[in-house]
């Protein structure tokens, strides 16, 4: 299997995606960069429970609960 070592996709810098990538939560960023990692380690059905454990671990954090509280309280002022 050979990897692609071209740092740009589609036109996109590696720095301008880098910069987006930390707009996002931290936790997030933090279990994509291990999926990632993990992805030519491992079999698509264990990347596909990871996957759901690292959703559940993201969809049941404060820092997603404190952000959903946020979009309401701006959604209704």
């Known amino acids: 299997m050979s990897h692609s070592t071209d740092v740009r996709a589609e036109g996109t810098s590696v720095v301008s995606i880098t910069m987006q990538m930390a707009t996002h939560p931290r936790a997030a960023t933090r279990l994509a960069q291990q999926a990632v990692l993990r992805a030519f380690e491992t079999s698509l059905t264990d990347g596909l429970r990871d ?22 309280t701006r959604m209704h002022s």
């Open 51 to 72: 996957e759901h454990v690292a959703f559940r671990l993201l969809a049941n954090s404060e820092e997603r609960q404190r952000l959903m509280r946020n979009a309401m």
